[in-house]
């Protein structure tokens, strides 16, 4: 148990389908983060927020859309997707600080695939 | 752009020592992770260095050189458990985490 939620844990989607993605974490942090995992490939950042604030957009297509109501809870909303975008995607929290390790606490991701 | 290089598979036996090296070039750095993650599962934190030298954690060492852009984890008395993706992310600005593809470390009896 790392403290990081998301659901679902699996997604079938058609390309014309729109579907939310939940993360919420318990650890008490500020700053969290949506990631991609495809395979082979490096995880790539693709949005954070720091204190509800967006600081970083990763170049991401309009597709997929963030929303981050409170420090507790980040959303990411998919529409028209591709199936290129079929991939792991992970949450991860910080403690939003700008020193020190700053590690980040990841969720066991949602598995999502495009038909 | 971020260059993040690591191996992609190592094998070695149980209770052995296998090195995982990684090599980077950012455009800034304040720090260097090693996550690990099991087929599956989320990556866990592992280690972080931001100064140069080794950092050791029981089992676990790591290693950095800024100078070199280099970094290594060490994994001692491996045990079976330990077969894992091993990922080298760098602190290259205040949040943001640059991932290496992850070294497959695959331990065998």
């Known amino acids: 148990e790392t403290g990081v939620t998301q659901t679902p844990r699996h997604l079938v989607m058609g390309m014309t389908n729109k579907k939310s993605l939940k993360c919420e974490q318990h650890?008490?942090?500020?700053?969290m983060y949506w990631y991609k995992q495809s395979a082979k490939k490096p995880l790539e950042l693709m949005f954070v927020y720091n204190f509800k604030e967006q600081t970083e957009n990763n170049s991401v297509p309009s597709r997929f859309s963030p929303e981050c109501p409170n420090s507790s809870h980040l959303f990411l909303h998919l529409h028209t997707l591709q199936p290129e975008d079929s991939a792991l995607y992970l949450c991860?929290?910080?403690?939003?600080?700008?020193?020190?390790?700053?590690?980040?606490?990841f969720g066991p991701g949602t598995r999502l695939t495009v038909t | 752009g971020q260059n993040i290089d690591q191996p992609t598979e190592m094998t070695a036996t149980e209770g052995a020592i296998v090195q995982i090296n990684c090599t980077y070039q950012?455009?800034?750095?304040?720090?260097l992770f090693w996550y690990q993650q099991h087929a599956g599962e989320a990556p866990t934190f592992l280690s972080y260095?931001?100064?140069?030298g080794l950092e050791e954690k029981g089992r676990f060492s790591s290693f950095l050189s800024r100078s070199k852009g280099y970094s290594y984890l060490l994994l001692k008395e491996l045990q079976m458990k330990d077969s894992a993706s091993y990922l080298c992310?760098?602190?290259?600005?205040?949040?943001?985490?640059?991932f290496g593809a992850g070294t497959t470390v695959t331990v065998r009896a």
């Open positions: 650890l008490g942090h500020n700053a």
């Open positions: 950012t455009s800034g750095f304040n720090g």
């Open positions: 992310a760098v602190r290259d600005g205040d949040y943001k985490l640059s």
């Open positions: 260095n931001v100064l140069d």
């Open positions: 991860a929290s910080s403690q939003g600080g700008r020193t020190g390790a700053e590690e980040q606490y």
